[in-house]
């Protein structure tokens, strides 16, 4: 074999080792590279969350004006309304007629609604006896909400509070008293929401009322993040492509959110749908999912 061919020989064998050379360092690096499970993670992230109590209660009048004569021997002539028409201060409800001849009329002493009638014609009214009609003064009602005794200190007048009404919906209102005293037996109290609006509401409905009492805000992960074991809350975070369990402190939730009062810092990469397959040190191929 001459010269030329000795060097090409030895220029293969050369490219031979760099390449042999490569595939072993590539080997040494997926051997170091963790070949672990895809898993979504997202970023803990800042949030507020509105400290709440819920209530239940029925909707009643706020102020029940009663409209009787000031005087008895009365008899009712004419009606001129009825349950559940609006009526303006000053307007006639009934003529009712004294025994010596004339006319008396009736009137409303204030605008709101006719909550109940009792006025027939014929029938005898007086001062003393049942009320010829009872008004919901100015329109005005408040939900009357029982509220158990471990949350009712937490509640204050003008606090907002979101209310839904059995046919009426969503409603806005305000805490305008809270009862000093519980029920001995059922240990629930009293809070008097008033509610806002012009909405046409039934008296006795049903209606439930959300109170914000105060706002906190800090790390948020979803609910789905969190595992529960007999010491308490962890998380999952990824460090290195690995699995490093944390034990957290929770707080409030709303919107499928839970809030981290101890325990991550924002920012940290967490698996978004924790799972007891995942363990401490498993490596794991992380997928960004959006908060």
């Known amino acids: ?67 009787r004569p000031d005087r008895p021997g009365l008899k009712v002539a004419e009606v001129m309304v009825d349950a559940g028409d609006t009526v303006t201060a000053g307007q006639n409800l009934a003529r009712l007629t004294p025994p010596e001849g ?20 014929g029938a005898f009214a007086s001062g003393r006896g049942e009320a010829l009609f009872s008004i919901i003064a100015r329109n005005e ?38 009862a000093p005293t519980v029920e001995p037996n059922s240990q629930l109290g009293q809070a008097f929401i008033g509610i806002t609006g012009n909405a046409k509401l039934l008296a006795n409905s049903f209606g439930r009322a959300i109170i914000k009492i105060g706002q906190s ?18 998380v999952q975070v990824v460090r290195a492509q690995r699995i490093e369990t944390k034990r957290v402190e929770i707080g409030l939730m709303a919107g499928g959110q839970v809030e981290i009062k101890d325990g991550l810092a924002e920012g940290d990469v967490v698996v978004s749908r924790a799972g007891a397959l995942l363990r401490e040190g498993d490596p794991v191929r992380p997928v960004m999912a959006s908060n």
């Open 102 to 121: 004339g006319a008396i009329m009736i009137q409303a002493p204030v605008a709101g609604t006719i909550l109940t009638s009792t006025a027939t014609i």
């Open 217 to 234: 805000c800090g790390v948020a992960v979803p609910l789905t993040a969190i595992l529960y074991d007999a010491d308490g809350t962890v």
């Open 1 to 67: 074999m001459g010269k030329s061919g000795l060097a090409v020989t030895a220029f293969g064998i050369s490219v031979l080792a760099v390449m042999a050379l490569a595939q072993a360092a590539a080997a040494a690096d997926n051997t170091d590279a963790p070949k672990g499970a895809a898993v979504s993670v997202l970023k803990a992230s800042k949030a507020c969350f509105d400290n709440t109590v819920e209530v239940s209660g029925l909707v009643l009048a706020r102020d029940e004006t009663s409209v």
């Open 141 to 178: 009602y408040d939900l009357v909400g029982l509220v158990p005794s471990a949350q009712i200190g937490k509640l204050a007048v003008n606090q907002t509070a979101r209310i839904r009404i059995v046919g009426a919906g969503e409603l806005d209102g305000k805490i305008r008293r809270v």
